[in-house]
């Protein structure tokens, strides 16, 4: 497991780690269609296993295939 990380991220470095801009994380927070996340609070937080998750059920072989 890489060290750099803590276990919880949130949206700014989950943004960085995902290379993606903290507006398209927050849309798709709101939409349901980006990585788990969880309440802690009022504060954001991602663990980065679900991140992990996530990215790799994005993954495709073409694009004709369906998401």
Do not use: C, N
């Not at 939409?31 to 663990?47: A, E």
């Amino acid at each position: 497991m890489d060290k750099t990380f803590p276990v919880f991220l949130d949206t700014e470095s989950v943004a960085s780690y995902l290379q993606i801009s903290v507006s398209s994380l927050e849309k798709w927070r709101v939409h349901g269609r980006g990585p788990r996340y969880r309440k802690h609070g009022r504060r954001v937080v991602y663990l980065r296993a679900d991140l992990d998750a996530w990215s790799d059920a994005q993954a495709r072989i073409s694009t004709a295939e369906a998401a």
